[in-house]
T-cell receptor, first 111, second 113 residues
Framework: TQLLEQSPQFLSIQEGENLTVYCNSSSVFSSLQWYRQEPGEGPVLLVTVVTGGEVKKLKRLTFQFGDARKDSSLHITAAQPGDTGLYLCAGQGGSNYKLTFGKGTLLTVNP | NAGVTQTPKFQVLKTGQSMTLQCAQDMNHNSMYWYRQDPGMGLRLIYYSASEGTTDKGEVPNGYNVSRLNKREFSLRLESAAPSQTSVYFC????????????FGQGTRLTVV
């Protein structure tokens, strides 16, 4: 079983602060995805990283895939209240296309 | 632009009752998934189907059965509901291959009393 550990589990910050959340595993993934989920909704994809060492930017969000493709990080610059939500990482590995999720980081950005 | 449609959105069952959660996607995806989400537990995979006619167990399959009726539909059945199955259930679909994006339904909030 491929496990993804996310940290921290909860994060409460003030508007304008920077933050980083982590997604770690002992397994190698062919790709790793980050989703954001808002209350009462299903998760929505933010980004997919595929290549070890890859960095992708989405406005104020920066995603990095570890060199060994076992871990990833999400950095948010100058957080806004609209960034509030549950951030989930998901890994896909092997030939069966199974998508495994971490437990998520619940982010609250206070105005 | 329906995407992934789940029914029902809410359901209350008594212990021992059975029910089927329905899921349909209109994106011609090969893979479909059923997850349950509990507080502090993230999304846990119950069953998935990589193609029509195939199903495989995920992390927490006990107490559930699935049926991939055709390429569009993937149903989840609880034969004898238990309070431990109180949860929010999400269906998702994706195309096969690398870098695939999973599209989720809006969820079914199930309470077993």
């Amino acid at each position: 079983t491929q496990l993804l550990e996310q940290s921290p589990q909860f994060l409460s910050i003030q508007e304008g602060e920077n933050l980083t959340v982590y997604c770690n595993s002992s397994s190698v993934f062919s790709s790793l995805q980050w989703y954001r989920q808002e209350p009462g909704e299903g998760p929505v994809l933010l980004v997919t990283v595929v290549t070890g060492g890859e960095v992708k930017k989405l406005k104020r969000l920066t995603f990095q895939f570890g060199d060994a493709r076992k871990d990833s990080s999400l950095h948010i610059t100058a957080a806004q209240p609209g960034d509030t939500g549950l951030y989930l990482c998901a890994g896909q590995g092997g030939s069966n296309y199974k998508l495994t999720f971490g437990k998520g980081t619940l982010l609250t950005v206070n105005p | 632009n329906a995407g992934v449609t789940q029914t029902p959105k809410f359901q209350v069952l008594k212990t021992g009752q059975s029910m089927t959660l329905q899921c349909a996607q209109d994106m011609n995806h090969n893979s479909m998934y059923w997850y349950r989400q509990d507080p502090g537990m993230g999304l846990r995979l119950i069953y998935y189907s990589a193609s029509e006619g195939t199903t495989d167990k995920g992390e927490v399959p006990n107490g559930y059965n699935v049926s991939r009726l055709n390429k569009r539909e993937f149903s989840l059945r609880l034969e004898s509901a238990a309070p431990s199955q109180t949860s929010v259930y999400f269906c998702a679909s994706s195309s096969n291959g690398g870098q695939t994006e999973a599209f989720f339904g809006q969820g079914t909030r199930l309470t077993v009393v």
